[in-house]
């Protein structure tokens, strides 16, 4: 229901979920591991500040299992 109203108010979100699943495959529980949003607003602004540029991460910055930074 929360995602629900936070999208009908233009807000970008994204959640991502792991299910534990019993012997004979069906789903038993959701493991939700992180919940991300964002508005169009600041969509607009991160494309104004790198919007003709080339971003440099450097490699030694610790990541999660997805590959982003902590």
Same mark, same amino acid.
């Given at each position: 229901m929360l995602l629900y %109203?936070?999208?009908s108010y233009n807000v970008?979100?994204? /959640?991502?979920?792991? %299910? *534990? /699943?019993d012997k004979e495959g069906n789903k038993k529980d959701r493991i *939700?591991?992180?919940i991300v949003w964002w !508005?169009?607003?600041q969509i607009r602004m991160a494309r104004k500040f790198v919007?003709?540029?080339i971003t440099e991460t450097n490699g !030694?910055?610790?990541?999660?299992e997805k590959h982003l930074l902590l």
């Open positions: %109203y936070l999208e970008h979100v994204v /959640v991502d979920e792991q %299910y *534990i /699943v *939700i591991q992180c !508005t169009l607003e919007l003709d540029m !030694t910055f610790n990541t999660n």
